[in-house]
């Protein structure tokens, strides 16, 4: 049987370009599945020129099993105007996904293939209500790392649980948090600022009870890279400002710079002859018998297991 799944990236090169390769890899991978991208145009202000040649090179990139259906604005009912951020922005988009992804199930589908399932990138978690829908699972695409992936879930269990206010008993603080994912205790003068943001904090928090909802959070990390002692410590300031966060960044000087960049450029320096190390790892990874492929591997027989 044909297996069909649903991609839908959230806007921004970042997002999109990942996801495209991993349905290329997917498709490599097995000769039953068939993709559709559905790709949602960018929030008024949020193109650049490199977001937009890529777009426009998708659309002659189509072929049998790798689809792109883009959506257009003038299919949404209201103006982009009208949507005060980007979560309700991509939540106005759902009745239109819905129908998309309807025609592409009913438009020439062989009785021999299926809808198996969306894979939705974290800011489109909104669009699971559109899967259950439908009936199948999605799968979330977190393309951060699965450090701060850990971070947003155990912080969503300690409002929700522990019944926590994070801001406030974290902001300018100098506690110090035991989170599961990492192997030493947070400085909460450490805490990532966007999270400590009266605007952002809820946004995240919503994400992190959403992504609960999907049947798996493939994830495919490589080992971290304080473990590994692949960086450069210069100076580190979490408390910047990030998102419309209300501190202050501290610049670091061009001597600051220029020392850490030495220490990586040294030909007999102890750091880059770890990142050469690392950098053979990563590609072993994505060959045959690598971690990454075998994740890979993995989420494929996930999607047709779920589905038969």
């Not at 090169?13 to 039953?32: I, Q, S």
């Not at 202000?45 to 604005?73: M, V």
């Not at 699965?146 to 300018?172: M, N, P, R």
């Not at 971290?224 to 960086?231: A, C, H, P, R, S």
Request: with cysteine.
């Amino acid at each position: 049987m044909k297996l069909e799944l649903v991609l839908i990236p959230s806007t921004g090169d970042g997002h999109l370009r990942p996801l495209v390769e991993v349905a290329k890899l997917l498709l490599d991978n097995d000769d039953h599945l068939s993709i559709t991208v559905v790709i949602i145009p960018s929030m008024h202000g949020f193109q650049t020129t490199s977001y937009c040649s890529y777009i426009a090179s998708l659309s002659t990139t189509s072929n049998d099993r790798l689809r792109f259906s883009f959506i257009s604005s003038a299919d949404r009912p209201n103006s982009p105007d009208a949507e005060p951020n980007f979560i309700s922005y991509m939540e106005s988009y759902k009745p239109v996904v819905k129908a998309t992804v309807a025609k592409l199930t009913d438009y020439a589908q062989p009785p021999s293939s299926r809808l198996a399932g969306f894979v939705m990138d974290i800011f489109c978690t909104t669009m699971i209500d559109v899967a259950n829908d439908f009936g199948v699972p999605t799968y979330l695409f977190y393309p951060s790392n699965a450090t701060f992936f850990g971070l947003q879930i155990h912080v969503q269990y300690l409002c929700d649980v522990e019944k926590c206010d994070i801001i406030s008993e974290l902001k300018d603080s100098a506690t110090e948090l035991e989170v599961p994912c990492l192997t030493r205790s947070l400085p909460a003068k450490c805490f990532p600022s966007v999270l400590l943001n009266k605007e952002w904090f809820p946004v995240f928090l919503r994400q992190a009870r959403r992504f609960r909802e999907t049947k798996e959070q493939q994830l495919n990390a490589f080992e971290m890279v304080e473990e590994l002692g692949l960086g450069v410590e210069i100076r580190n300031h979490f408390q910047g400002v990030y998102m419309a966060a209300e501190t202050d960044m501290e610049l670091m000087t061009a001597e600051e710079i220029e020392r850490g960049v030495r220490c990586l450029m040294e030909k007999d320096s102890d750091v880059r002859d770890r990142v050469r190390k690392m950098s053979e790892k990563s590609h072993m990874a994505v060959m045959d018998g690598g971690s990454s492929h075998a994740a890979l591997v993995k989420f494929i027989q996930e999607v047709t297991r779920n589905i038969s």
